[in-house]
């Protein structure tokens, strides 16, 4: 089985959510009785990177702010390189997520990437002002090489 990997941004946001949630003393317990690390106690910041690259965003003409979004939310959701990539289809755009780790090992008739749609549909929203159709036309979980969101409207 290969290991599954989670960009280390999302990871630490879902452990930011869980401690606020928790609060410290049940988080710190929780922590000691799942033997995590430490460090994931801190509040880590989002690199200079992707906040100078969401300022370009925001400066762009509107039309054309879609695709160099869902560009900095691949590279924000992405543990790796290519694991999230976006095509163009005419006036449409696809949101290919190939490492689809929420959907590993998972079974299902329908998709259930619900996560990441909602993620989609709010970064157009906040780069634009405008709400898209994001549909999931393709899941891993079942059984397709990617998770694919075809992204319409506006």
Not at 35 to 53: H, M, R, T, Y
Not at 74 to 97: M, P
Not at 122 to 129: C, H, N, R, V
Request: glycine residues 6%.
């Amino acid at each position: 089985m290969s290991d599954i990997k989670f960009s280390s941004r999302i990871l630490r946001r879902f452990v930011e959510t869980v401690a606020l949630e928790l609060g410290p003393d049940q988080f710190n317990g929780m922590l000691v009785m799942a033997n995590l690390p430490a460090e994931w106690k801190k509040n880590p910041d989002v690199s200079l990177g992707i906040k100078a690259q969401a300022a370009v965003v925001k400066r762009l003409p509107l039309a054309s702010r879609r695709k160099p979004t869902l560009e900095l939310l691949a590279k924000f959701l992405s543990a790796q390189s290519n694991d999230i990539v976006i095509h163009t289809l005419d006036l449409d755009l696809l949101f290919v997520d190939n490492a689809s780790p929420a959907a590993h090992d998972q079974s299902e008739p329908k998709p259930i990437c619900f996560v990441t749609q909602g993620l989609i549909r709010e970064s157009l929203f906040w780069a634009t002002g405008k709400n898209y159709d994001v549909e999931e036309i393709h899941c891993k979980a079942q059984g397709e090489h990617a998770c694919e969101f075809k992204v319409t409207g506006g």
